[in-house]
Structures are given as structure tokens and as C-alpha cells.
């Protein structure tokens, strides 16, 4: 388990973390995003050991990666952004030495490796020099390296830089296979990659956290207040009449199409459901729907939304009416 508590970083006058708390546990896949200069990579720099906090505490299975950072690491299996590889061994020379490095009993070295290699598909480049290989293949030597030992915890920045599609799908295969055992913490700018692999995810702008949810309802907050379209069999004018009468619509924006077809974009108010009185509105008064249907919001929107300036309390914003509207239903 991990735990990170008002954890703050400075350089200078510049504030790179902002008091940033959060709890990983065991046995899940965790999204970690944020856009460029967000504070992401040196929060994971932090907690592998790499950077130290200016104020704050990262607790790795309950040891301090600052007061008992040997004890710590031993649990920390990482992947930066770019491999720490050395070009002139091979790979089964610098898997070798990783393993040494990281403690690995003399008994055991060899399985370890073998069991990695395998797992990385790597056993037929084990002779190469590592600066012989193509990127994809340095990239798996690098995941190689990070599993080896097999930690409790699994830190890989975007461990699927510079692979073809064969292999991404292989090494997101071999992420959920690891988190059976492992908790795994996967950084990405590749939304769709972290939308299909990840239990929860994750989400920090400036500094600070702005989202922690599964994908899915994450996903469920934003849509929650976004638009309903509809189509229409109907005149423009006659779309807007029936339209003024229903209840909860915000904003309506009605255009006609060709074919005597109108389409119309309606935003709720308060992020209520229109979907049942705009149904409803139109059957009464014997106007034929086409379409209906709630403006599906990606997890690449709500990313946008929640790390922008304006938008960065959104969906604390939401989670607090929820929380009211239940109470409220009490």
C-alpha cells in the first residue's frame, strides 16, 4: 500500500506539488495523469526515492521513503519515461546486474531473470547489446528490469512508448496479469490507453489532485450535467414550441438540417435527466423523435475539463450537489 500525505514540493518560488494526499492499495491499477508541468513525474520521482519532499510523507507498505528509504525501495519496482539502460551490455548481462542491484538472491538470479524475460518477451535479443535493439525492444528491457524481483509495487511511466500495437496489447496483458499480485501504477498521455487498462484513476493539475474515481464514473459525473440531443421530423419553429414548455432546460439550441429534419442541442439545469419530459413533451403533442440521446463525455473530455484553470473544481462541484440531493432523499 501507498500512502501519500500533504505531500509538497518547491524549487525556489515555484510550487510543483500542493499539498497532495492520496491511499493506493493492493491488487489495483492506478491511472496517474496530469498535463505537462502538472507536478506528475516529480510525484513519482518522490515516491521511488529519486527526489525528496520539501514537506510531507510517502509511506511505502508503512515505510517512510525518506527515514527508511532502503527498507522502502525494496517493495518499489519503477519505470521512468526514459529506460535506465546500458547500451554497451546485453540484456542478459544488464538483467544480471539489476538483479544484484536490487537484492536478488544469488539462488534465484537466474529463474528471476529467465521468469522476466519471458514474461517481456525478451528471451530471443538476451544476447544483444542493448544499444543494438530497436526502441520497442529497449522499452521491454526497461519493463524487464522494473518487474524483476517482482515488488509489491509497480511504478511504469509510460511503459508503452515505442511499441507497435501487437506489443501494446501483449504488455497491457502483462499489467493486469501483475495486478493480481502487485499494485500497479501506470502513467500515460495515451487516455484511451489508461481508460482500458486501469481500475481508478487518478487526476493532478498545478499540483494538486482534481479527480480520483474509476474511469467509468468519472466518466458517469460529467455526463451527468452534459447536453441531450435530439432529431426531429418537425419545422425549427415547431421544435422550439415544444421545447419553451418543457421543464429543467437551461439552454436550447435548435437548428433545421435538410429534409425537414431539426436537431437540437438542450442543456439541463443542475444536471438533472431531461430525457424522460423531452420524450414525453414531443409524443404529446404527436412530433416524431428520431433521436435522443445524452452527449456521451470520454474520459479525454473530462481529462480537459478538470486541468483547466476554470474548471479544476468541477467535479468537487458535482460530487458536493450529489451528496446534498441524497442527503436530501433522506
Known amino acids: 500500500m501507498i500512502e501519500v500525505k500533504n505531500l509538497v514540493k518547491k524549487y525556489g518560488n515555484h510550487t510543483a506539488i500542493n499539498r497532495l494526499s492520496f491511499r493506493m492499495e493492493k491488487g489495483k491499477i492506478y491511472g496517474f495523469l496530469g498535463p ?23 509511506l511505502i507498505n508503512g515505510h517512510d521513503i525518506l527515514k527508511e528509504p532502503e527498507e522502502a525501495k525494496k517493495h518499489i519496482g519503477y519505470l521512468p519515461e526514459l529506460p535506465p539502460l546500458y547500451m554497451d551490455m546485453t540484456v542478459s548481462e544488464y538483467l544480471e546486474f539489476a538483479a544484484e542491484l536490487k537484492g536478488v538472491p544469488k539462488e534465484k538470479r537466474k529463474s528471476s531473470i529467465e521468469e522476466v524475460m519471458k514474461l ?45 500495437p501487437k506489443q501494446i496489447i501483449e504488455i497491457r496483458e502483462l499489467i493486469r496479469s501483475l495486478a493480481k499480485k502487485h499494485t500497479v501504477i501506470l502513467s500515460s498521455h495515451i487516455l484511451a490507453e489508461v481508460r482500458e487498462v486501469c481500475d481508478y484513476i487518478l487526476i493532478i493539475s498545478k499540483g494538486k489532485l482534481v ?12 455526463n451527468s450535467s452534459e447536453a441531450v440531443e435530439i432529431e426531429t421530423k418537425a419545422e425549427a419553429s415547431r421544435v422550439r414550441e415544444v421545447l419553451k414548455d418543457i421543464q429543467d432546460i437551461k439552454e436550447s439550441s435548435v437548428k433545421k ?22 420524450f414525453l413533451a414531443f409524443a404529446e403533442q ?28 468541477k467535479l468537487q462541484e458535482m460530487e458536493e450537489r450529489e451528496e446534498t440531493e441524497y442527503a436530501g432523499d433522506l
Open 36 to 58: 505537462n508541468g502538472a507536478g506528475k513525474s516529480t510525484t513519482m520521482n518522490i515516491m521511488t526515492g529519486y527526489l525528496g519532499a520539501t514537506e510531507g510523507q510517502v
Open 120 to 164: 517481456t518477451k525478451i528471451l530471443e535479443v538476451k544476447r544483444r547489446l542493448i544499444k543494438n535493439l530497436s526502441k520497442g525492444y529497449r522499452q521491454r528491457v526497461g519493463l524487464a528490469q522494473a518487474i524483476l524481483g517482482f515488488p509489491d509495487i509497480i511504478i511504469l511511466d509510460e511503459p508503452t512508448v515505442g511499441l507497435d
Open 211 to 222: 479527480a480520483s474515481d474509476t474511469p467509468d464514473n468519472l466518466e458517469h459525473r460529467m
Open 257 to 278: 438540417q435538410t429534409d425537414g429534419i431539426t436537431y437540437a442541442r438542450l442543456l439541463p439545469r443542475d444536471g438533472k435527466d431531461i430525457r424522460e419530459n423531452v
Open 286 to 313: 404527436k412530433v416524431p423523435l428520431l433521436t435522443l440521446k445524452t452527449e456521451h463525455v470520454s474520459l479525454e473530455t473530462v481529462f480537459m475539463e478538470l486541468t483547466q484553470n476554470e474548471n479544476i473544481t
